[in-house]
């Protein structure tokens, strides 16, 4: 009886000691994941030497950095003037309605952190927000002139500031259509604004 109730203990003692591991490993997670978002918010944003630059070239007028949104309107840029970049720096156009960074369920918040993780710097990773950030708003949004000449700005921004040759171009629902045409480049007409003209195609400046 007595080396029943010894296996017994052990066995209980075995499960207690288990389950306070897990408990252990999924705060472990957990925080992680915590840390991670908040240093992704901690440096949301356009940086202060993409924005110098944006003003100092002519883009201001397109407003990439969307601070209306705080700090889910953008991301992106070097942290300082000298820091190099080694990659092809990735643009994310996000789909309708949504925005450059959100909560979890909006933005590129998961696939940004991914790259940091991955040895990717914010001097190499861009996302602006296009259109109201609204989904009350949806059914209004189509492929107008001004967000195919913001977001064709925004690409060729990056181009020149990074100095890159390529980047790569990340996307999803509605802006895949969007970043289609932005690459082709070329004329439309816009039923609201008329006849537009993006310029000659991008398709040598995207992987």
Known sequence: MKVHNKIEFRIINFLFNSLILS????????????????????????TEDFRVWLNHNGYEKYNFQRDDLGWQGSYGGRLFSAQVIKRDPIVFIHGNSDRA???????????????????????????????????RYAAEQSHSSPYLKSLRGFIEAVLDYTGAERVDIITHSMGVTLARKIIKGGTGIDDEFGRYDLGPPLTNRVD
């Open 101 to 135: 960074l959100g909560d979890g369920r909006l933005g590129w918040d998961t696939q940004i952190s991914y790259y940091l993780a991955a040895g990717y710097t914010s001097a190499e990773l861009y996302a602006t927000t296009w259109g109201p950030a609204d989904s």
């Open 23 to 46: 408990f252990i490993l999924v705060g472990s997670v957990a925080a992680r994941s915590i840390t991670d978002n908040s240093n992704l918010m901690l440096a949301a944003g356009l």
